[in-house]
């Protein structure tokens, strides 16, 4: 039961629950029609951790379903959440116009919405959100009727769910999700966080477009690793440092260091580490990074590890320490181990990935470490300090120049 139990307690301690801000998805996807203005046309887009009357990436979605050219567009929602319809300010339904008397605006199961077009449903000359809002709204009406919708209906989930093999409606890993996710050409969302692991191998990511957001971390899972050295995956044009701030429920704990609350009693917080994974084309994926010789960098580096020291090589493995990726020597053509962010930068046609420290680090004994920052996790590169002792580093990438070029 790793998952159920892991995503028990995720659930208990509402921390799934973090939801993206229009912005952020709307950076993202520029970059991506930015490259290439046709990426999504004809295509059927799956959201599967998204209300779609509460998510912003539906939002995103519907309102550029046009221009986009977009075939379909499919948005799940998911059963357990605790907040389920009841939080975001996006909300479709702001109120009960035309429901039931005694129903709330809020559905109260696990549902999802199949969109083939957005057309001027409200007859104003124009089509906009509010088309898309009306015609829900009214598709709502219908399933609240018990009639029969085109576009809304209610997920049933597995038989007898045991979070092991069969899943609760809306799971992305029920059979109804994951049949969705065989018609469709791209799947985006931002996933659980709980089960990023799982959510990826879910996607298949060489079989369909994809883009997700998680923690940097993730890129060094033995899963994900090897799928950005097969240029499988790669990270996003839009976030490379610093953190990003989510809506959170009204009752989630406000424990975390940055967090508001908007005039309107939102709350938000700020995550670290946050990037974009995916597998869509951007301009910043094919942009080479403009490097110094070593013999500049030695010179001139800002930084008072390289600034007048050689590049020093590990004991342990066949490369050069580079500390700084703004530090790589643009006219060397061996190994270099370089910091994780270097991905964040990473050209294909510039550099090749040979592969992650942890994994590629032969033993090393006999030796004392220098610094107990670093005498945590794993098999690293070493760089010998004096005789027996070494300095440990932190998570490296080896790269090396495409085909050896130092041009
Ligand atoms: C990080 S939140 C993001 C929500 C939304 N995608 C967004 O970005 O605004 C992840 C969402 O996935 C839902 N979720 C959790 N476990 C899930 C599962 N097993 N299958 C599908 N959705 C799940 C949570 O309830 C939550 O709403």
Redesign the pocket.
């Known amino acids: 039961m790793a998952n159920s139990g892991s995503?028990t307690q995720a659930?208990n301690d509402k921390k799934?629950?973090?939801?993206?801000q229009l912005a952020d998805i709307e950076k993202e996807m520029n970059a991506y029609i930015e490259y290439d203005a046709n990426v999504f046309r004809g295509k059927t887009v799956l959201?599967?951790?998204?209300?779609p009357f509460e998510?912003?990436?539906f939002k995103f979605f519907a309102l550029h379903f046009n221009d986009y050219g977009l075939k379909k567009l499919i948005a799940?929602s998911?059963d357990?959440?605790p907040i389920?319809n009841t939080q975001l300010e996006l909300s479709l339904f702001g109120d009960d116009d035309g429901l039931k008397e005694g129903t709330s605006s809020k559905l109260s199961t696990a549902y999802k919405i199949e969109l083939m077009d957005v057309s001027d449903f409200d007859e104003d000359g124009r089509i906009n959100i509010t088309d898309v809002q009306e015609r829900l709204r009214s598709e709502r009406v219908k399933i609240d009727h018990g009639k029969p919708s085109k576009m809304l209906s209610y997920l049933e989930g597995d038989a007898d769910p045991d979070g092991e093999t069969r899943?609760s409606p809306?799971?992305?890993?029920s059979a109804e999700?994951s049949a969705l996710r065989d018609e469709s050409d791209v799947v985006i969302?931002?996933?659980?966080?709980?089960?990023f692991r799982d959510f990826l191998e879910w996607i298949e990511p060489e079989k369909r477009l994809f883009s997700i957001?998680g923690n940097v971390n993730a890129i060094t899972y033995k899963s994900v690793f090897p799928l950005i050295m097969k240029n499988v995956l790669w990270m996003g044009e839009s976030i490379h440092s610093g953190d990003r701030e989510?809506k959170v429920p009204d009752t989630y704990p406000l424990k975390s260091a940055g967090w508001r609350v908007d005039d309107k009693g939102n709350k938000y917080i700020r995550v670290k580490g946050v990037r974009w994974f995916t597998n869509i084309n951007h301009g910043r994926r094919h942009q080479p990074l403009s490097l110094m010789t070593m013999a500049d960098n030695k010179m001139f580096s800002k930084h008072k590890e390289v600034m007048g020291h050689d590049y020093q090589s590990y004991a342990n493995y066949p490369a050069i320490e580079v500390p700084y990726t703004d530090a790589i020597p643009g006219d060397y053509a061996g190994a270099m181990g370089v910091p994780i962010t270097f991905l964040d930068k990473y050209s294909p046609e510039q550099f090749e990935i040979l592969g992650l420290s942890n994994a590629v680090a032969k033993p090393i004994t006999n030796f004392v470490e220098d610094d107990a920052v670093y005498s945590k996790g794993g098999p690293q590169f070493y760089i010998k300090d004096g005789p027996k002792k070494y300095r440990r580093t932190y998570g490296r990438v080896v790269i090396k120049r495409v085909d050896g070029s130092t041009r």
């Open positions: 995503l659930r799934d629950e973090f939801y993206t959201l599967p951790a998204d209300d998510s912003n990436f799940t998911y357990p959440s389920v899943f809306g799971d992305f890993r999700v969302t931002n996933p659980p966080f709980s089960l957001i989510f």
